[in-house]
């Protein structure tokens, strides 16, 4: 089993950035895929940002070049940094890890942290 806790969300203005953390009860380094996603009031859940088990990182079109995903010094950390945020980016943030043979979104969710986004 493996606690993932996201925190860091909060409100903010249109144009300011904000930093996800997303701790695990273990290390998460390894073959491990992780995500973050996120849900809109009315939306499915989208993938926004993700470390595949080969260590490449891939990003919804939509936040290519204003989020970067990445992993902290610690093993068991990873980062979602936000920056030039958008009203349409205001939703409950998740994080997910997949082990090695789950599928996609199949592993590990946190709890969710609200980022709002005011305009």
């Known amino acids: 089993q493996v606690q993932l806790v996201e925190s860091g969300g909060g409100l903010v203005q249109a144009g300011e950035s904000l930093r996800l953390s997303c701790a695990a009860s273990?290390?998460?380094?390894?073959?491990?895929?992780m995500a973050w996603y996120r849900q809109a009031p009315g939306k499915q859940r989208e993938l926004v940002a993700e470390?595949?088990?080969?260590?490449?990182?891939n990003y919804a079109d939509s936040v290519k070049g204003r989020f970067t995903i990445s992993r902290g010094y610690a093993a068991n950390t990873v980062y979602l940094q936000m920056g030039s945020l958008k009203p349409e980016d205001t939703a409950v943030y998740y994080c997910?890890?997949?082990?090695?043979?789950?599928?996609?979104?199949?592993?590990?969710w946190g709890q969710g942290t609200q980022v709002t986004v005011s305009s």
């Open positions: 997910n890890l997949d082990p090695p043979g789950v599928g996609v979104g199949g592993g590990y």
């Open positions: 273990r290390s998460i380094f390894g073959r491990n895929r």
């Open positions: 470390f595949t088990s080969g260590g490449s990182t």
